[in-house]
């Protein structure tokens, strides 16, 4: 059993930059593909990013990409999501999650086991 906890959210204005961490409680979170999706009022939750157990390469929504960076730091069992140029369109709660995602499924929610709770990101206009 993996549990996940996000921070780092908070609000920012249009064009601010947060960094949201998801830490692990174990070890053997590093072998797992970490993703992050979102959920805006009234929508459905979407899938941001994703990074894979092996290599350093992110992939990201199109909404996103070129703002976001999604990193990993193994020592710390912790994923990190980069946010720059936050746009209110960005506001949502943002979760973490992990499994065994593969490069066809990154984007799905059913290729995750593992969920954090998820931290709010509101920005403003």
């Known amino acids: 059993q993996v549990e996940l906890v996000e921070s780092g959210g908070g609000l920012v204005q249009a064009g601010g930059s947060l960094r949201l961490s998801c830490e692990a409680s174990?070890?053997?979170?590093?072998?797992?593909?970490t993703g992050w999706f979102r959920q805006a009022p009234g929508k459905e939750r979407e899938f941001v990013s994703a990074?894979?157990?092996?290599?350093?390469?992110?992939y990201y929504a199109d909404s996103v990409k070129g703002r976001f960076t999604i990193s990993r730091d193994i020592a710390k069992n912790t994923v990190y999501l980069q946010m720059n140029s936050l746009e209110p369109e960005d506001t949502a709660v943002y979760f973490c999650?992990?499994?065994?995602?593969?490069?066809?499924?990154?984007?799905?929610?059913?290729?995750?086991?593992?969920w954090g709770q998820g931290t709010q990101v509101t920005v403003s206009s």
């Open positions: 999650a992990a499994g065994r995602a593969i490069s066809s499924s990154l984007t799905s929610q059913n290729a995750y086991i593992y």
């Open positions: 990074i894979k157990a092996t290599g350093s390469n992110g």
């Open positions: 174990e070890r053997t979170y590093a072998r797992y593909t």
